[in-house]
């Protein structure tokens, strides 16, 4: 999916990947170029391809500024995102125009809805938290509610980041 937060992403690093094609069973190798990325997305996806190789381009960098960053990140994750209960990340992606899901949400008051074992978390808006007995149900009606509610305030459809199987 492209994986990446604060303007990064995981297409920047990677020099090549070699997948394994099940269902013409061969082994194929992509270069950086082929990968076509975006946001949230890569030319896996949908595939029947399994990804059993890559190779990535890293950059030498002074430890001492690794680690502050990685500091600052984990401190900004955690004090932003509902880290305390079980979740599976983000819901939605992120909008290319207008408020980010979070804000969207809670200017709707929906924050702090539940539907059985699942809520929409208080601390961020575009996030369903589990009190450990939610239902694949619970989390998708509560996904549906907010992509309702998210077009018919502001007139946006709001897509999923998730993946339901």
Known sequence: MNAGAYDCDIHRVIRWVRIFDREK???????????????????????????VEAELELTES?????????????????????????????????????LPVGKMVEQLGLKGTRRGGARISELHGGFIVSDGTATGCDIVYLANLIRSRVAQAFGMELEMEQVIV
Do not use: C, H
Not at 25 to 51: C, D, H, K, M, N
């Open 25 to 51: 069973r061969l082994i194929r190798t992509f270069e950086r170029s082929a990968l076509v990325p975006g946001y949230r997305y890569s030319i896996f996806q949908g595939q029947p391809w399994i990804i």
């Open 62 to 98: 002074r430890v001492p500024d690794v680690l502050r960053m990685m500091r600052e990140i984990s401190i900004k994750r955690r004090k932003n995102f509902p880290y305390a209960f079980p979740n599976a990340g983000s819901v939605f992606k992120r909008p290319m125009t207008g």
